[in-house]
Nanobody, 124 residues
Framework: QLQLVESGGGLVEAGGSLRLSCLAS????????MAWFRQAPGKEREFVAA????????SYADSVKGRFIISRDNGKNTVYLQMNSLSPEDTAVYYC?????????????????WGQGTQVTVSS
């Protein structure tokens, strides 16, 4: 079992930045591709970004491409999401999860290791 704990959310003004962290414990973190997802009020959870288990490849949803950066530190069992140029449309609870990806980090499916999420609120 892989346990995931997200942190780093908060309230930020439009145009600001936040860095989310997801600390993993349990199974060997470096064996898993990882991804960030988000769920806004009244909407379904959506894919945001993914990274392969080595960190060599990443992929992004079109809505965040060029603004968000996913990275990982396997020595610290942590995956990060650097979020820049935030807008109110980015307001959501952000979750990390282990995922299945293609060789170029294309998101394929999620494993069932959801964390509790961290709230990101962007004010206009």
């Amino acid at each position: 079992q892989l346990q995931l704990v997200e942190s780093g959310g908060g309230l930020v003004e439009a145009g600001g930045s936040l860095r989310l962290s997801c600390l993993a414990s349990g199974h060997t973190f470096s064996r898993y591709a990882m991804a960030w997802f988000r769920q806004a009020p009244g909407k379904e959870r959506e894919f945001v970004a993914a990274i392969t288990y080595t960190g060599g490849s990443t992929s992004y949803a079109d809505s965040v491409k060029g603004r968000f950066i996913i990275s990982r530190d396997n020595g610290k069992n942590t995956v990060y999401l650097q979020m820049n140029s935030l807008s109110p449309e980015d307001t959501a609870v952000y979750y990390c999860n282990a995922v299945s990806t293609g060789p170029n980090a294309q998101y394929l499916s999620s494993l069932n290791y959801w964390g509790q999420g961290t709230q990101v609120t962007v004010s206009s």
